[in-house]
């Protein structure tokens, strides 16, 4: 029996489950401040007899085990979560394994282990939603160096017709401030769900992802892209990011995955809205197996 949490900025999902990736019983719990939301997360786990816990979390946070602040929420702006110690927070309560990571580096590890990338050993996992954020396995590894991927915060070339200015509050117009969800009502005056037979919209955010993508496709070479997120549930948008990735690679990633197949390359999750949880029962597998 494995424990799982997926700590989302409006709420964390929590579950057991088995190391295959089956979800036995799960709860949602409203992500208020940590007085309010961890006590609930402990209740539901003490029910549950699990031999160890995988933690995929909203970031900036500390993933580097010889780091003295590690399994921290570290400079996050939503309140109470600032330097926040999820890990010894739980390990004074669960003293098990525990596996914490960034929630799409564990996603990544999901559909790699159980979804769209099952049976390789690379995958990009990205998500569209209030913000915009990546992770990655590559050689069955997950992806970190001195931290883990900030890939949501590349810079992109602003479309010559778009006057928006970008809502990140670090870089303005970088790719979560440009196609993020809140930069799409910001730019449009409505929500991206009430926007969805607005062909220009679409357009307009595909430009943007797509020049991530590239980015991504040139430096790290993952052998699939999964894209989910509230955003990414615009079915349209995909044929649209097939044909920008296309035209801005211009050939020079002359590849069938590219040329012939992108419709089966940059794809949604195969576990859809679970990549994430079972992502991090995936890691708490990985702090089991680690812990022998």
């Given at each position: 029996m494995l424990g799982a949490i997926e700590a989302g900025g409006t709420k964390f999902v929590c579950a057991v489950g088995t190391s295959d990736?089956?979800?036995?019983?799960?709860?949602?719990?409203?992500?208020?401040?940590?007085?309010?939301?961890?006590?609930?997360?402990?209740?539901?786990?003490?029910?549950?007899?699990?031999?160890?816990?995988?933690?995929?979390?909203?970031?900036?946070?500390?993933?580097?085990?010889?780091?003295?602040?590690?399994?921290?929420?570290?400079?996050?702006?939503?309140?109470?979560?600032?330097?926040?110690?999820?890990?010894?927070?739980?390990?004074?309560?669960?003293?098990?394994?525990?596996?914490?990571?960034?929630?799409?580096?564990?996603?990544?590890l999901g559909e790699l282990m159980h979804g769209a990338a099952q049976g390789l050993d690379s995958c990009l996992y990205i998500t569209v939603g209030t913000g915009i954020g990546a992770g990655a396995?590559?050689?069955?590894?997950?992806?970190?160096?001195?931290?883990?991927?900030?890939?949501?915060?590349?810079?992109?070339?602003?479309?010559?017709?778009?006057?928006?200015?970008?809502?990140?509050?670090?870089?303005?117009?970088?790719?979560?401030?440009?196609?993020?969800?809140?930069?799409?009502?910001?730019?449009?005056?409505?929500?991206?769900?009430?926007?969805?037979?607005?062909s220009e919209v679409w357009t307009l955010e595909a430009y943007y992802l797509a020049q991530a993508l590239v980015q991504y496709i040139l430096i790290l070479s993952p052998k699939k892209i999964i894209m989910g997120g509230g955003v990414m549930k615009q079915a349209q948008i995909f044929e649209l990011i097939h044909t920008q990735v296309q035209t801005l690679l211009n050939g020079y990633v002359a590849l069938p995955q590219i040329t012939a197949h992108i419709h089966e390359y940059i794809v949604p999750p195969a576990l859809g809205d679970n990549a994430g949880i079972v992502g991090a029962l995936m890691l708490a597998k990985k702090a089991l197996e680690e812990s022998h």
């Amino acid at each position: 029996m494995l424990g799982a949490i997926e700590a989302g900025g409006t709420k964390f999902v929590c579950a057991v489950g088995t190391s295959d990736g089956e979800i036995i019983e799960r709860i949602q719990v409203e992500t208020g401040t940590p007085e309010e939301t961890i006590p609930k997360v402990i209740a539901f786990f003490k029910k549950h007899p699990i031999q160890a816990l995988g933690i995929g979390s909203f970031g900036p946070i500390d993933i580097d085990k010889t780091s003295e602040t590690y399994g921290n929420i570290t400079s996050t702006p939503k309140p109470g979560w600032g330097d926040y110690p999820f890990v010894r927070t739980m390990q004074e309560v669960f003293p098990i394994p525990i596996e914490f990571n960034t929630d799409v580096n564990g996603a990544a590890l999901g559909e790699l282990m159980h979804g769209a990338a099952q049976g390789l050993d690379s995958c990009l996992y990205i998500t569209v939603g209030t913000g915009i954020g990546a992770g990655a396995v590559f050689q069955g590894q997950l992806l970190q160096g001195m931290s883990h991927p900030e890939m949501g915060h590349v810079p992109v070339r602003r479309h010559p017709d778009d006057t928006y200015e970008g809502f990140c509050p670090y870089h303005g117009d970088c790719a979560e401030g440009m196609a993020a969800g809140p930069a799409i009502e910001g730019r449009w005056n409505e929500k991206a769900v009430n926007l969805a037979d607005q062909s220009e919209v679409w357009t307009l955010e595909a430009y943007y992802l797509a020049q991530a993508l590239v980015q991504y496709i040139l430096i790290l070479s993952p052998k699939k892209i999964i894209m989910g997120g509230g955003v990414m549930k615009q079915a349209q948008i995909f044929e649209l990011i097939h044909t920008q990735v296309q035209t801005l690679l211009n050939g020079y990633v002359a590849l069938p995955q590219i040329t012939a197949h992108i419709h089966e390359y940059i794809v949604p999750p195969a576990l859809g809205d679970n990549a994430g949880i079972v992502g991090a029962l995936m890691l708490a597998k990985k702090a089991l197996e680690e812990s022998h």
